[in-house]
């Protein structure tokens, strides 16, 4: 089994598996391994995956850096065939790292890189949002969090931070809950659930940025307390919404968040304000609500900006950009309804609000 591991600096590493099969690597939501991040390209590179081998192949104009362990330098990557990915290889995008665990040491392809690819594994998607590295079960899925247990990369971690016998959680008491409130309580951060359950604790806690979540996790390092922590952090929760607003193509702007509770610029289409929320709410773990703002006067601005033409007669009626002839009484949008017509203004009904839309 090939074991996938994604690295960041400040952010908790993730760990997945890969079955045999070629995956897209981009920030677009169609990939198989969506990375949401600004300096990647929708489709920025191609992972083809053995049984026990693996290779890589950038798209053209993506950059990445491919350090070759046996040679101890980085080598560029070829766009036209297909790089073998060894054991100990490490491939960098941007500020991502990327290793694979589980190759073997011959010939990843068997020599047969530029073959015919491999059928890709549809029936699974992975979906990392960078900032923080949230690992998701594909496109509007729950979060969930995978452990591998007993791979070259776990047992190296632990070597590594000096933990090659670790004690097993389930020796080590548990703290009451006012003992936990003290360890997790730090300047800049809330707890919002914190629980035990036969020996067992977890806590999710809010943070106002990363270096709050990087105190948390040292003081919990230190005094190796056996509790399972979902830390949020305000700032990465705003960037991840940003990414994925713009990735979508929606004209709104991330004008807070606060505790898991966003606020976007106002959107008076209700359908799409329904749908965007519920995609931020799938996609972004941590969130806890998505709010609009109120239509404004700018908002109504662009609303005017969409008839082209008016007739205030007997017979009143608005055409749209679109060709669209409206009425009184029908819809001007999505949840906005056509009220009255005049020679200067029109009145709409939006959300059971009557306002006022000037025309020039």
Known sequence: MIVAKLSRA?????????????????????????????????????????EGSASVLLKPGSAATFFNHAAQRNIPLNQEEWTPWRPGDRLVIADICLELDGLKAEEPDGGQSAGKPAKRPLSRKIALAAAPLFLLAGLGNSLFTREIEGSTMARADQEQAGRTDPAPVAERACPDDDALARILQFPGARIERLGCSGGNCSATIRASDA????????????????????IFVDSEIAEAAKLIIA????????????????????ICDRELRKRLAGILKADVPGIAEVRFQPAS??????????????????????????????????QLGQNSRLVEVTGQHLLVEIDGQRQKVVVK
Not at 33 to 43: F, G, Q, R, T
Not at 247 to 266: C, F, M, P, Q, Y
Not at 299 to 323: F, H, Q, S
């Open 10 to 50: 400040g952010c908790e590493d993730r760990s997945f598996s890969l079955d045999p099969g070629e995956y897209r690597l981009g920030s677009d939501f169609n990939c198989e391994i969506a990375l949401i991040h600004s300096e990647i390209a929708p489709e920025h590179l191609m992972l083809k995956v053995g």
């Open 211 to 230: 270096a709050v979540r990087e105190r948390v996790q040292a003081k919990l390092t230190d005094t190796r307390t056996p509790l399972a922590v979902d």
């Open 247 to 266: 990735s979508l193509g929606v004209e709104a702007r991330v004008l807070g968040n606060k505790d898991g509770v966003i606020t976007l610029s106002a």
């Open 297 to 330: 006067p700018a908002d109504l601005d662009t609303m005017a900006k969409r008839v082209v033409a008016l007739w205030p007669g007997a017979y009143p009626y608005v055409v749209t950009d679109d060709g669209t002839v409206v009425r009184p009484g029908e």
